[in-house]
């Protein structure tokens, strides 16, 4: 069994990727445990030795910041943080993005920076490796003083509040730990601030968003190249030299792409009577381009992000300092989450406009991608499809960020709303698979129509693995099977 130690050591996305895919189990390395434990001392130590009021250990929060609470009412003050901050509605958070809030959340902990105790930690831990899922719901935070709706219900099982999932059921955390035997953690002094202070919540979409849009933008490249060749499209568009001119690096990385996707192909080869393509063929170095070097420029963001630690106040050993400052301000992920839910959609866009030529009847292609239109109406609503989802993308990369609403009696008089850009840009991810499923969909059925030319051979290989789920339609039949089935094979 493969175990992942957390430690200072650079967490990369790729990784956290691979820890959820694989199911990979955590443990604390030896330099973690030490510092958790090298920070809750010197917390407890400032705690004695001083009466001076630090913020969120022995102060209220927010605008309650002046009210101080006596030291015997710390561990309660913990508490009522977390009950009352459970405040989430709409619908769950996905699993998937739980987990990696979990895993997000240890990491930042285990820097000793946050003065949580050893067994809260390692109580998360156990939440991970055993298959506990927090029930967590996805608006509510303003993603400024962190994510605290969000951690607030990722937090409450750790106490026995909350509800959580646990092999495939919904129960209360009470439940749960009885079933499993473990105590209610009994927390400390500022623990509860360290657990829904943090930008964990933001951040686990965005690395979920970051790991499904390369993997688009890849399949964007394939799926585009066999739109190209059933389009009877020229290759010049893509030859180096043009992009040497104007090297951007999406761009000549795109360009090359797809001259490697085409190699070999009979139907690219053929001489064409058009001088030119659409732009939806002809640019796509320049548009899949930009969404590579948007995907690259989000990615170094968020990278910085979860190897950071982003509760408050922070508490320093070293400098023997606690500082209340606003490390939990989502404003550094916000707006690059915003700027690739807009590159996305500029992703989706782009393949919807490919799927209307396809089915436009040019070229020498049917009407519809079917051989008797009239009877049948073939591939027409597909586009219709694609058409509604990208509009509905439009409206979804409308930006989050250039959003604040003042809270907190106007003590937290600007926020980011990052929470919201996580969200939207989550829907915008699924939306764009599904688009360019559509235009998968299209491709291979127009594909067909060339035979017995043969487009390139990996482009071939990719479509006789297609046809392995989704047939060729010879006359009208229902549609959405087939569609959710090319949605799949991308997924893959």
Not at 19 to 28: D, H, P, T
Not at 247 to 268: N, R, V, Y
Not at 335 to 349: C, K, Q, T, Y
Not at 371 to 399: C, D, E, H, R
Request: aromatic share 6%; net charge negative; glycine share 6%.
């Amino acid at each position: 069994m493969e175990i992942h130690h957390i430690s200072a050591e650079h967490l990369s996305i790729e990784r956290v990727g691979e820890i959820i895919e694989k199911n990979i189990k955590l443990a604390l390395s030896d330099d973690a445990k030490a510092r958790i434990i090298r920070c809750r001392k010197y917390l407890d130590e400032q705690i004695a030795a001083s009466d001076v009021p630090v913020y969120g250990v022995t102060t209220g929060f927010g605008s309650l910041c002046n009210v101080k609470v006596s030291k015997d009412q710390l561990s309660q003050l913990q508490i009522n943080l977390m009950m009352s901050h459970a405040c989430g509605v709409g619908e769950r958070v996905p699993n998937e993005i739980v987990r990696i809030m979990l895993l997000l959340k240890i990491q930042s902990l285990s820097y000793g920076y946050s003065g949580s105790k050893l067994d809260t930690v390692e109580r998360l831990i156990d939440f991970f490796n055993e298959g506990v899922i927090p029930v967590v719901y996805r608006q509510g935070s303003l993603g400024a003083s962190g994510d605290l709706v969000p951690l607030a219900h990722m937090s409450l099982p750790l106490v026995g509040l909350g509800d959580v999932e646990y092999e495939g059921k919904v129960m209360p955390a009470a439940e749960l730990l009885k079933l499993k035997g473990w105590k209610p953690i009994e927390l400390a002094s500022k623990e509860g601030l360290a657990l829904l202070n943090g930008t964990q919540n933001m951040s686990s979409f965005a690395v979920w968003s970051l790991l499904q849009a390369e993997r688009l933008s890849d399949w964007a490249d394939k799926i585009a190249a066999m739109s190209l060749d059933a389009y009877d499209g020229r290759i010049e568009p893509f030859t180096e030299a043009v992009h040497l001119v104007r090297p951007h690096k999406g761009q000549l990385e795109t360009a090359a792409h797809m001259k490697e996707l085409l190699t070999g192909s009979e139907l690219i080869a053929c001489h064409k009577e058009h001088v030119q393509d659409p732009y939806s063929f002809r640019c796509v170095p320049q548009v899949h381009g930009t969404v590579k070097d948007t995907i690259r420029y989000v990615k170094s963001v968020i990278d910085t992000e979860i190897n950071s630690a982003t509760d408050n106040p922070t508490v320093c050993p070293d400098e023997d300092l606690i500082i209340s400052a606003g490390n939990f301000h989502g404003e550094p992920i916000a707006m690059p989450m915003d700027f690739l839910a807009i590159a996305l959609s500029e992703l989706a866009n782009i393949s919807e406009r490919r799927i209307y030529r396809l089915v436009s009847g040019t070229r020498g292609l049917p009407s519809f991608l079917v051989a008797n239109p009239g009877l049948n109406s073939g591939f027409m609503i597909t586009q219709y499809t694609a058409a509604s989802v990208v509009s509905l993308n439009k409206s979804l990369a409308a930006p989050s960020s250039l959003d604040s609403i003042p809270s907190c009696q106007d003590q937290e008089d600007h926020v980011s709303m990052g929470a919201n850009a996580a969200i939207k840009l989550y829907k915008v991810v699924l939306n764009t698979e599904r688009v360019l499923a559509i235009e998968l969909f299209n491709a291979a059925q127009a594909l067909e129509f060339r035979f017995p030319k043969k487009s390139s051979p990996i482009i071939m290989k990719m479509h006789e693995e297609f046809r392995k789920e989704v047939p060729f339609i010879g006359d009208d039949v229902i549609m959405y099977p087939l569609i959710e089935k090319a949605i799949q094979f991308i997924r893959k």
